[in-house]
């Protein structure tokens, strides 16, 4: 199990360092928010634990950040004693749990590998979304075309597994307002051509098959390339 520790304070860094690479653990430190941001960012950790009070850019806000590009990644954030406002707003910001400082360190430990395997594990039973060479591990949320990891909103995500799960169907434009947005749209919006489009640029501008296809007057289908 990968962690990410994004912690100011070098004895409570080092503290959890060592206790979790004694439990097993591959263990990065980062020691403020743009280092623990970019950390997180890059990819190939399984939690983040991270605290609130840091240097450079608060953990809330790290953690805010964080939700919008690995929205699958645990984060476990290091609330302060008798601050119920920060882990109410820890949770706002989209943090999966808390440890409230002082803690134990057998708590943590548990709590990071209750979260770790609420990922990891149940990954083994859910195979990626497949169509041609594009894949959704709708578990971590990653889409990938061939090698290459595509970054999605959460929008334009949802929007994209619609199609994954329903190639060669074609959508009314209502349709795909009402699944993914679950609003009937005024028909003189074009808020679903925005978003089709956006993901267009991101799925199939650049590489040479495209896969998502406008049906003249009546919506958008997936469709898999054509065999040679
Ligand atoms: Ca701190």
């Known amino acids: 199990m990968r962690v990410l520790i994004v912690e100011d304070e070098p004895s409570l ?4 360092r060592q206790g979790l690479e004694e ?22 950790f ?20 964080l939700r919008l590009q690995r929205p699958a990644l645990p984060i476990l954030m290091l609330t ?3 601050t119920t406002t920060d882990t109410v707003r820890g949770l706002e910001a989209g943090a999966d749990d ?18 770790a395997r609420r990922v ?23 889409v990938q075309r061939g090698d290459v990891e595509l970054a999605l909103t959460p929008r334009e995500y949802a929007l994209l597994v619609e199609f994954v799960r ?15 947005w679950g609003v009937d749209f005024d028909t003189g919006t074009n808020v679903i051509d925005v978003y089709v489009n956006y993901l ?20 958008y289908v997936m469709r898999l390339p054509e065999a040679v």
């Open 120 to 142: 990891l594990g149940a990954a083994i039973d859910v195979p990626p979304l497949r169509v041609a060479d594009l894949s959704i591990d709708t578990l971590r949320r990653r």
């Open 166 to 180: 329903n190639p060669g169907k074609t959508f009314s434009r209502a349709e795909l307002a009402e699944r993914v």
């Open 46 to 65: 399984d939690v983040v634990v991270l605290d609130i009070l840091l240097p450079a850019l608060n953990g809330l806000e790290v953690c805010r950040r």
């Open 23 to 44: 439990h097993g653990c591959a263990v990065s430190v980062a020691t403020d928010g743009h280092m623990g941001l970019a950390a997180a960012e890059e990819g190939g």
């Open 13 to 16: 860094a080092e503290f959890l």
């Open 200 to 219: 267009r640029n991101k799925v199939d501008k650049p590489f040479p098959t495209k896969l998502i296809h406008t049906v003249f007057g009546v919506g």
């Open 80 to 82: 302060a004693l008798g």
């Open 98 to 115: 808390y440890v409230t400082k002082p803690f134990a360190f057998d708590e943590l430990l548990a709590r990071v590998r209750a979260l």
